[in-house]
């Protein structure tokens, strides 16, 4: 009899949520109701990654780059992260959920920083998905920001630079702790990774889609896993 190969679920899974404003303009929407849409789809994807299995979920809600949008497009999606955060509060109690941000968040408005510090504050305990949401965030600021905390520990005599392991380097990133993404998914149909978790998806599978981002579902997410099982991964050996 043919052996079985087993199903892998990824443990994490990292995705960039890409279309959201073609997706309002195919419908002849402003940009934003595409935002709108597209964080639905993320709370719900949440849930549906839980019960595929996944353990821990990232998603890439702003980029440090995001900030050259025309203001009130950065206002929407400020508004929308920041009723999320809110939401989260109470909603993490019941959901289970350990919600982290990662990015430089002092650039966020204090109130948005506050709901962010206490949303990680009251579900830090809670172990359902492990959901992380890129704000602000920049993979090569993530790693320049790492390393001046390491310069200064290094300085302060608390770290020996020679002896440093890519392990203890790791601990010094937003995203500390947690496991690498075993898959990153982009939909909308661009390649490329855009200075997301670029440390991080050193090894990870990657999975393009045509589908735009607000359309994305269970039923894709798990085209993306199908899509997963079917890579062999040797992480450098043969
Ligand atoms: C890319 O689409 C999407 C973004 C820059 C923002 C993504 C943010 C959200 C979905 C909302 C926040 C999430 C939560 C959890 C509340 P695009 O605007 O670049 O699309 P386009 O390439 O079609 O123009």
């Not at 200064?152 to 392990?167: H, N, Q």
């Not at 993404?181 to 661009?190: A, F, K, N, V």
């Given at each position: 009899?043919?052996?079985?190969?087993?199903?892998?679920?990824?443990?994490?899974?990292?995705?960039?949520?890409?279309?959201?404003?073609?997706?309002?303009?195919?419908?002849?929407?402003?940009?934003?109701?595409?935002?709108?849409?597209?964080?639905?789809?993320?709370?719900?994807?949440?849930?549906?990654?839980?019960?595929?299995?996944?353990?821990?979920?990232?998603?890439?809600?702003?980029?440090?780059?995001?900030?050259?949008?025309?203001?009130?497009?950065?206002?929407?999606?400020?508004?929308?992260?920041?009723?999320?955060?809110?939401?989260s509060?109470?909603r993490s109690g019941?959901?289970?959920m350990?919600?982290?941000?990662?990015?430089?968040?002092?650039?966020?408005?204090?109130?948005?920083?506050?709901?962010?510090?206490?949303?990680?504050?009251v579900s830090?305990?809670n172990?359902?998905?492990?959901?992380?949401?890129?704000?602000?965030?920049?993979?090569?600021?993530?790693?320049?920001?790492?390393?001046?905390?390491?310069?200064?520990?290094?300085?302060?005599?608390?770290?020996?630079?020679?002896?440093?392991?890519?392990?203890?380097?790791?601990?010094?990133?937003?995203?500390?702790?947690?496991?690498?993404?075993?898959?990153?998914?982009?939909?909308?149909?661009?390649?490329?990774?855009?200075?997301?978790?670029?440390?991080?998806?050193?090894?990870?599978?990657?999975?393009?889609?045509?589908?735009?981002?607000?359309?994305?579902?269970?039923?894709?997410?798990?085209?993306?896993?199908?899509?997963?099982?079917?890579?062999?991964?040797?992480?450098?050996?043969?």
């Open positions: 009899m043919a052996e079985q190969k087993e199903y892998r679920v990824p443990q994490h899974v990292a995705i960039i949520m890409d279309g959201n404003g073609r997706w309002a303009k195919k419908r002849f929407l402003p940009r934003n109701a595409g935002h709108a849409q597209g964080s639905r789809v993320a709370e719900q994807i949440c849930e549906d990654a839980y019960n595929l299995g996944i353990k821990y979920l990232t998603i890439y809600a702003f980029s440090t780059e995001n900030w050259v949008r025309p203001k009130e497009e950065v206002d929407a999606l400020m508004n929308l992260l920041r009723k999320y955060m809110k939401d509060i109470e019941k959901n289970n350990r919600v982290r941000v990662i990015g430089d968040i002092r650039r966020l408005d204090e109130d948005l920083q506050q709901s962010i510090r206490r949303l990680e504050e830090a305990d172990t359902g998905l492990c959901f992380q949401v890129a704000i602000n965030y920049g993979g090569r600021d993530e790693i320049l920001r790492a390393a001046k905390r390491m310069a200064r520990d290094a300085a302060d005599g608390k770290i020996c630079p020679e002896e440093l392991t890519e392990e203890q380097f790791y601990g010094y990133f937003d995203t500390e702790g947690i496991p690498y993404p075993d898959l990153m998914i982009r939909t909308s149909g661009e390649c490329r990774t855009s200075n997301f978790l670029p440390w991080q998806l050193a090894y990870s599978e990657f999975y393009f889609t045509d589908v735009l981002w607000p359309d994305f579902n269970k039923k894709e997410l798990q085209k993306a896993i199908e899509y997963y099982n079917h890579r062999d991964r040797r992480f450098g050996g043969v």
